[in-house]
């Protein structure tokens, strides 16, 4: 169903081969968007192209490594160059390390930090100059709940996320002028690839769930339908604002 017009739209999303990230990519091309799916790999992303692709809509696959400020070049350039702009931004990927702090490898903090923190400002920076040429963007990272609580054996995943929601205030602060909306989303609890084992726990599953009023684990759908929302001109006034998407888990 069409709910919001992305029409004529062009849209890149970050990590996008599977979970939020590819849910997100069918929403925004189901809502008109030409949507560049990127991920590590390239094989997969081409599988959700072909999905987009199945429903009518128009999507294009590209490897990206958001650590990689030359293939950031390149799929500005790429995207650019088929669809003759970018208006959409969505930086999605990210992973998720559990462990206490002392027991992370240095190698392991650097990982974390590296795709979480400087993966979406990377991608901001290089896509920048492309919605300054048009004065329209919008840019929505994908932080989470962690952003705003402390969670068990995440530190360094609860600093990036923290991180990334307040660039997003600053972000706006600068970006205004040049009429590029910049906001986030917290995800609470989503069904992905990446909570399967916590989720499969039945005791963890217990525990999360404890925590959220809604009384589910949310779906990769319900963040889509907030980046849709966000990605539209009816959020226009809309800019620096972090949505929570959590069955209500931040309100105590
Ligand atoms: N699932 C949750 O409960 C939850 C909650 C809050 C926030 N989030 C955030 O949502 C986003 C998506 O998470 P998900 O649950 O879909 O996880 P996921 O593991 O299913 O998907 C993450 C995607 O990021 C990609 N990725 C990893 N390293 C990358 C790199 N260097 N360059 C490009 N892509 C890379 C992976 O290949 C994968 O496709 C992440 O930023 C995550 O932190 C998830």
């Known amino acids: 169903m069409n709910k919001y017009d992305l029409n004529e739209k062009v849209a890149i999303v970050t990590g996008a081969r599977r979970g939020i990230g590819k849910g997100i990519a069918l929403k925004l091309a189901e809502n008109g968007a030409k949507v560049v799916v990127t991920d590590i ?95 329209y963007g919008k840019i929505i990272t994908i932080a989470s709940i962690a952003g705003f609580v402390g969670f068990a054996q995440s530190s360094i995943y609860c600093a990036t996320k923290g991180a990334l929601v307040n660039m997003t205030r600053e972000l706006a602060l600068d970006l205004g002028k040049n009429k590029i909306n910049v906001n986030g989303i917290a995800p609470g609890v989503i069904d992905t690839p990446m909570t399967k084992d916590m989720l499969e726990d039945e005791n963890i599953k217990n525990n999360l769930m404890a925590n959220i009023p809604y009384g589910r684990i949310g779906k990769p759908e319900d963040i889509a339908n907030a980046v849709a929302f966000l990605a539209s001109d009816e959020a226009e006034y809309i800019t620096g604002q972090i949505l929570a998407v959590d069955g209500g888990w931040l309100t105590h």
């Open 41 to 135: 790999s390239k094989e997969d992303c081409e599988k959700v192209v072909d999905e987009i692709k199945e429903k009518n809509g128009e999507a294009l696959a590209l490897k990206l490594d958001v650590t990689n400020e030359d293939e950031i070049k390149e799929v500005v350039d790429k995207t650019v160059e088929k669809y003759g702009k970018i208006d959409i931004l969505v930086n999605n990927a990210g992973i998720y390390i559990a462990k206490e702090l002392d027991n992370m490898e240095t190698s392991e903090i650097d990982k974390e930090l590296n795709i979480n923190l400087k993966g979406p400002i990377l991608c901001t920076k290089n896509v920048l100059p492309k919605m300054k040429e048009k004065n």
